[in-house]
């Protein structure tokens, strides 16, 4: 079997599940299975697979479509400038969230040595590309989940920051001492009679604690208020749906200068104040 024939049986075999983008993981899929990029695909379409090749794509591609998220399968996903390591312990880092990224960078741009703290840290995306982007910030982060801790460890050494920040167990309610100059966080948004309606990749692989929280937010606003230096930056990235209500949460607390930045797609995605 050449490589273009496997590609389009496994393309066909997603399609029938119901993959979103069945011809652009297929080739994700071989290209991990061959040790290989997905540019250098093209160039090999017309070669032979070993049978060894078969099988380790034929396994990667029951995988994905058994709807097991495609960050899953490969083992590893890009944030930003960072690859980092994904599986079930935290939730695939997602392109929205890099523009939560990228506010914060922007609010930190003048501070020489701004410390930070992350509340509920996943595999450590949000953290790590702080670290990576801005040169002398410091990072704590914290989360509920004792294996998304690790997992967020692994990543920090992986990617060479592990000396920038610290991760530990912590909860919303009972946020770390500060002060802070900034505080940020994605919080589980998701209503729980939403969860059915999910995409499957969602909803039957990624982490319940952390799409479904009751007052996750709540509890983040009001902690970080009494964490923060007076100047000092809260940051959330929120279910479109409900950054304006957002927002006014920030407005009843006392935080300043509210604003609400789109992400890519044109939706209102993250939520900001100022503590005076």
């Given at each position: 079997?050449?490589?273009?024939?496997?590609?389009?049986?496994?393309?066909?075999?997603?399609?029938?599940?119901?993959?979103?983008?069945?011809?652009?993981?297929?080739?994700?899929?071989?290209?991990?299975?061959?040790?290989?990029?997905?540019?250098?695909?093209?160039?090999?379409?017309?070669?032979?697979?070993?049978?060894?090749?078969?099988?380790?794509?034929?396994?990667?591609?029951?995988?994905?479509?058994?709807?097991?998220?495609?960050?899953?399968?490969?083992?590893?996903?890009?944030?930003?400038?960072?690859?980092?390591?994904?599986?079930?312990?935290?939730?695939?880092?997602?392109?929205?969230?890099?523009?939560?990224?990228?506010?914060?960078?922007?609010?930190?741009?003048?501070?020489?040595?701004?410390?930070?703290?992350?509340?509920?840290?996943?595999?450590?995306?949000?953290?790590?590309?702080?670290?990576?982007?801005?040169?002398?910030?410091?990072?704590?982060?914290?989360?509920?989940?004792?294996?998304?801790?690790?997992?967020?460890?692994?990543?920090?050494?992986?990617?060479?920051?592990?000396?920038?920040?610290?991760?530990?167990?912590?909860?919303?309610?009972?946020?770390?001492?500060?002060?802070?100059?900034?505080?940020?966080?994605?919080?589980?948004?998701?209503?729980?009679?939403?969860?059915?309606?999910?995409?499957?990749?969602?909803?039957?692989?990624e982490p319940r604690a952390a799409l479904v929280g009751a007052d996750t937010t709540e509890a983040?606003?009001?902690?970080?208020?009494?964490?923060?230096?007076?100047?000092?930056?809260?940051?959330?990235?929120?279910?479109?749906?409900?950054?304006?209500?957002?927002?006014?949460?920030?407005?009843?607390?006392?935080?300043?200068?509210?604003?609400?930045?789109?992400?890519?797609?044109?939706?209102?995605?993250?939520?900001?104040?100022?503590?005076?």
């Open positions: 079997m050449t490589l273009a024939e496997a590609l389009r049986a496994a393309a066909e075999r997603l399609a029938g599940r119901g993959v979103p983008d069945p011809q652009v993981d297929a080739e994700w899929l071989f290209a991990k299975a061959l040790g290989c990029s997905r540019a250098e695909l093209t160039l090999a379409r017309a070669r032979e697979l070993t049978p060894e090749e078969v099988g380790e794509a034929a396994a990667l591609v029951t995988r994905r479509a058994a709807r097991e998220p495609l960050a899953y399968v490969l083992g590893e996903w890009g944030f930003r400038r960072l690859t980092l390591r994904t599986d079930p312990r935290a939730l695939v880092p997602r392109p929205e969230t890099e523009v939560l990224v990228e506010r914060c960078l922007e609010l930190l741009a003048g501070y020489a040595e701004p410390l930070v703290l992350d509340v509920g840290v996943g595999s450590g995306a949000i953290a790590l590309a702080l670290a990576d982007e801005h040169p002398g910030v410091s990072v704590r982060g914290i989360d509920v989940s004792e294996g998304a801790l690790a997992l967020a460890g692994e990543n920090a050494r992986r990617t060479g920051l592990a000396d920038r920040v610290v991760f530990e167990l912590g909860d919303a309610a009972d946020l770390p001492s500060g002060p802070f100059d900034l505080v940020v966080s994605n919080p589980p948004y998701v209503e729980p009679d939403e969860v059915e309606g999910l995409e499957p990749e969602v909803r039957d692989w983040v606003v009001s902690g970080a208020w009494h964490r923060l230096r007076p100047g000092g930056f809260l940051v959330l990235e929120m279910h479109a749906s409900a950054a304006r209500d957002v927002a006014d949460l920030l407005r009843a607390q006392g935080y300043d200068e509210r604003r609400i930045t789109l992400d890519l797609a044109g939706r209102e995605r993250v939520v900001e104040g100022t503590r005076p």
